[in-house]
């Protein structure tokens, strides 16, 4: 799957309150991180995916990659794969019968698709394709969608940040590109959940990594900080410090039991798309993988596994020069860049 043949590449994961940058390294077969960067960003500056000062958020990029460590990233004559947020992309996967359809006649027959399924205004929406999976009878089509303007606003905030080659690639097919990187052996089928600040995005990918399901949930680390907030009347600030020093592992009561009923949503959509899985296409994951800042949360990972009937695991990316937590908040940034880096991977892939 994975064929290397840049030498460096750079991966940029945006999100509403936080930015990672990573710039990955190719030595012989091995891949290691020339410079790495995690800032967080000003109140408002990026608001539900929506970018609202362009020349900010990149003089903000350019002020981490400064401090990036070990080596500043500097973005000259190497390709920066940046993260299109995922409030602002949908994901559709259908199949066709291949005797029904000649694959010349696909493209009309996603669009059809993407204006049945997608809710953006035909005038406004840009789609991009895959086959991602077939077999004699079946072709599997990964659409993914996203507004035109969403595309245009980023594309400013990039030239303002390099004049180099920018591909503008789908968070959650980032991620698992990470995860099966870092599964090159003993790959397992794996349901994806990937806990942000606004958002939790859920990915089947089968053990070959070819994403069969995606959803997303606006419920996340802030909404889980509100509700611990509002239970024990106290300041978001207050919550917060709460939810990540102590976490389930509290021996207060109160705050445990509003963590619990906070993650209830986001437990139960899991539960749901285990089901619809299981019930539709006869697919079941082997393991729940959890990235993303929320998933730092202290005694997640057993709870949900009661929840959820499934072995619950952390990533295991290992890479030289992360430290021990930071795979989870790398992970989205490592995969972005990875697709700079695989040449088969690259060829294959949806992209803006």
Same mark, same amino acid.
């Given at each position: 799957?994975?064929?290397?043949?840049?030498?460096?590449?750079?991966?940029?994961?945006?999100?509403?309150?936080?930015?990672?940058?990573?710039?990955?390294?190719?030595?012989?077969?091995?891949?290691?991180?020339?410079?790495?960067?995690?800032?967080?960003? !000003?109140?408002?500056?990026?608001?539900?995916?929506?970018?609202?000062?362009? /020349?900010?958020?990149?003089?903000?990029?350019?002020? @981490?990659?400064?401090? /990036?460590?070990?080596?500043?990233?500097?973005?000259?004559?190497?390709?920066?794969?940046?993260?299109?947020?995922?409030?602002?992309?949908?994901?559709?996967?259908?199949?066709? &019968?291949?005797? @029904?359809?000649?694959?010349?006649?696909?493209?009309?027959?996603?669009?059809?698709?993407?204006? &049945?399924?997608? !809710?953006?205004?035909?005038?406004?929406?840009?789609?991009?394709?895959?086959?991602?999976? %077939?077999?004699?009878?079946?072709?599997?089509?990964?659409?993914?969608?996203?507004?035109?303007?969403?595309?245009?606003?980023? +594309?400013?905030?990039?030239?303002?940040?390099?004049?180099?080659?920018?591909?503008?690639?789908? %968070?959650?097919?980032?991620?698992?590109?990470?995860?099966?990187?870092? &599964?090159?052996?003993?790959?397992?089928?794996? =349901?994806?959940?990937?806990?942000?600040?606004?958002?939790?995005?859920?990915?089947?990918?089968?053990?070959?990594?070819?994403?069969?399901?995606?959803?997303?949930?606006?419920?996340?680390?802030?909404?889980?900080?509100?509700?611990? /907030?509002? @239970?024990?009347?106290?300041?978001?600030?207050? @919550?917060?410090?709460?939810?990540?020093?102590?976490?389930?592992?509290?021996?207060?009561?109160?705050?445990?039991? $509003?963590?619990? $009923?906070?993650?209830?949503?986001?437990?139960?959509?899991?539960?749901?798309?285990?089901?619809?899985?299981?019930?539709?296409?006869?697919?079941?994951?082997?393991?729940?993988?959890?990235?993303?800042?929320?998933?730092?949360?202290?005694?997640?990972?057993?709870?949900?596994?009661?929840? =959820?009937?499934?072995?619950? +695991?952390?990533?295991?990316?290992?890479?030289?020069?992360?430290?021990?937590?930071?795979? /989870?908040?790398?992970?989205?940034?490592?995969?972005?860049?990875?697709?700079?880096?695989?040449?088969?991977?690259?060829?294959?892939?949806?992209?803006?």
């Amino acid at each position: 799957m994975f064929d290397f043949f840049r030498k460096k590449i750079i991966g940029l994961d945006i999100a509403d309150h936080t930015m990672e940058i990573i710039e990955l390294e190719q030595k012989g077969k091995d891949v290691v991180i020339h410079g790495k960067a995690r800032k967080p960003l !000003p109140a408002g500056l990026v608001q539900r995916g929506k970018i609202q000062n362009h /020349a900010e958020l990149a003089k903000t990029v350019r002020d @981490a990659c400064q401090q /990036a460590v070990p080596h500043p990233i500097q973005f000259a004559n190497k390709l920066l794969v940046c993260g299109l947020p995922e409030s602002q992309v949908f994901t559709h996967i259908f199949q066709v &019968k291949k005797n @029904a359809i000649k694959m010349s006649e696909l493209k009309n027959k996603v669009e059809e698709e993407v204006h &049945k399924t997608i !809710p953006i205004d035909s005038n406004n929406v840009l789609f991009s394709y895959r086959v991602s999976r %077939e077999d004699k009878e079946t072709s599997e089509i990964l659409v993914v969608a996203t507004y035109r303007d969403t595309r245009e606003e980023w +594309n400013k905030f990039l030239k303002l940040l390099t004049s180099s080659q920018v591909i503008l690639d789908i %968070e959650i097919l980032a991620c698992g590109r990470a995860h099966f990187f870092s &599964k090159q052996e003993n790959k397992k089928s794996v =349901l994806l959940v990937d806990m942000g600040v606004a958002t939790t995005n859920i990915a089947f990918f089968d053990v070959d990594g070819v994403p069969r399901y995606t959803t997303s949930l606006d419920y996340a680390g802030a909404s889980l900080t509100q509700t611990v /907030a509002t @239970a024990l009347g106290i300041s978001l600030d207050e @919550a917060e410090q709460k939810k990540i020093s102590h976490g389930l592992e509290t021996d207060d009561q109160k705050l445990k039991e $509003s963590l619990i $009923s906070g993650l209830e949503p986001i437990t139960r959509e899991i539960n749901i798309v285990k089901n619809y899985l299981k019930e539709q296409f006869g697919i079941s994951a082997n393991e729940i993988i959890v990235i993303g800042g929320t998933s730092q949360l202290k005694g997640l990972r057993n709870y949900c596994s009661e929840q =959820l009937n499934l072995p619950v +695991n952390f990533t295991t990316l290992t890479l030289r020069g992360l430290d021990a937590e930071e795979p /989870a908040l790398y992970f989205e940034a490592f995969g972005l860049a990875l697709r700079g880096l695989s040449q088969k991977a690259g060829d294959k892939e949806v992209s803006f």
